[in-house]
């Protein structure tokens, strides 16, 4: 008996080490749950981008649904999805909010002039700790907000207009006609 179990044992770990396995290699690594989904976003009051003596805060958002952008001018995906978010903010559709997070004000001011300027405003987090409270694994990420300032979901990586006609726009149609 002890002979088989010397045998089992090894391949009943193995078993479970290649089901665990085939399972993580099924899920798609753009899907990263966010603990703060469903929840209220987190309070901040940062300076705002292109006024450093003006403030964005939690409370100049809540009240309307709109998208909060995490970017920034290292970001080279930033860079792919800022066409994206220009197309989306001239339908007038949802208000914009953008994040430059760990970046350089000039830098930052500089491309959005380059580029255009799709936010309504935008704060400034230099040292990245606001980003952190959000949960941010890196930029680009973006947040959908409700009008309690609820977010009712969160996209990891750049914004496509597939993503955006699929995921965001069906999203905010919901939470606009819903009081």
Known sequence: MTRYLRYLVPLAIFIVLAAFLYRGLSLDPKRVPSP??????????????KDP????????IKGKVALLNIWATWCVSC?????????????????????????????AQQWL??????YVANAF???????????VYGAP??????????IRHKHIGPLTVDSLNNEILPLIAELQSTP
């Open 53 to 60: 003596a003006a403030t964005l805060s939690d409370t100049d």
């Open 36 to 49: 703060l989904v469903g929840k209220p976003m987190p309070e901040f009051s940062l300076p705002r981008l």
């Open 141 to 150: 990420e973006t947040f959908v907000i409700d009008r309690q300032g609820i």
């Open 113 to 118: 002039a380059q580029l255009g300027d799709p």
């Open 79 to 107: 860079r792919a999805e800022h066409e994206v978010l220009v197309m989306l903010a001239r339908t007038g559709k949802v208000d914009i909010y953008g994040l430059n997070y760990k970046d350089e004000r000039a830098k």
């Open 125 to 135: 987090d230099a040292d990245g700790r606001t980003g952190i409270d959000w949960g």
